[in-house]
């Protein structure tokens, strides 16, 4: 059974950082990309950043480029999302995503996480 | 970016009724779209892949349709526990944009 895992979401205050780390396990890791969505209260869904199952080849939304960083580290099944700079408007669930291939195309997501909430408020 | 459009944003219909939801794409995304199914305080399930192919244990009376930019979806005898929110999502790139939802309820 694919089982995914978030971790390390909470309050910061603005301009703080987070880790915020999704553990999957029931699946080969290594050979499906991995992307974070998020949804803040009461809205829809938005996609954050994606990486391809080697790592290779990472993709992030405008909006938190030069601010976040995807990374994973497939020795230990575990996606990361490092985020630096925290605004209130990234207040949101976190969701840690399964896509169906390797590359992060097409952007599928055929398992999702829990979700863990980040709350950026002073 | 490719934008996705869904309507309605809100429908009520009765149990037993048929219930279609549509999307559009800003430009053609072949097939390559998704549905997914959310209710409140969980995370989205897919539902419908490649805008078409049903996802594995999801019950016969969904359905999808479409190619270019212009997708339904189609719930056949709506049953209570399909009050949900429910999104579009183009997988024909990386950044992989989803509609703003589409609420269902019951009258």
């Known amino acids: 059974e694919v089982q995914l895992l978030e971790s390390g979401g909470g309050l910061v205050q603005p301009g703080g950082s987070l880790r915020l780390s999704c553990e999957g396990s029931?699946?080969?890791?290594?050979?499906?990309?991995m992307n974070w969505v998020r949804q803040a209260p009461g809205k829809g869904l938005e996609w954050v950043s994606g990486i391809s199952g080697s790592g290779g080849s990472t993709y992030y939304t405008d909006s938190v480029k030069g601010r976040f960083t995807i990374s994973r580290d497939n020795s230990k099944n575990t996606l990361y999302l490092q985020m630096n700079s925290l605004r209130a408007e990234d207040t949101a669930v976190y969701y840690c995503?399964?896509?169906?291939?390797?590359?992060?195309?097409?952007?599928?997501?055929?398992?999702w996480g829990q979700g863990t909430l980040v709350t950026v408020s002073s | 970016d490719i934008q996705m459009t869904q309507s309605p944003s809100t429908l009520s219909a009765s149990v037993g009724d048929r219930v279609t939801i549509t999307c559009r794409a800003s430009q053609s995304i072949s097939n390559w779209l998704a549905w997914y199914q959310q209710k409140p305080g969980k995370a989205p399930k897919l539902l419908i892949y490649k805008a078409s192919s049903l996802e594995s244990g999801v019950p016969s009376r969904f359905s999808g349709s479409g190619s270019g930019t212009e997708f339904t979806l189609t719930i056949n005898s709506l049953q209570p526990a399909d009050c949900a929110t429910y999104y579009c999502?183009?997988?024909?790139?990386?950044?992989?944009?989803f509609g703003q939802g589409t609420k269902v309820e019951i009258k």
């Open positions: 029931g699946f080969t890791f290594n050979i499906y990309a």
């Open positions: 999502q183009q997988c024909n790139t990386y950044s992989g944009t």
């Open positions: 995503a399964k896509l169906g291939d390797i590359g992060v195309i097409p952007a599928v997501v055929f398992y």
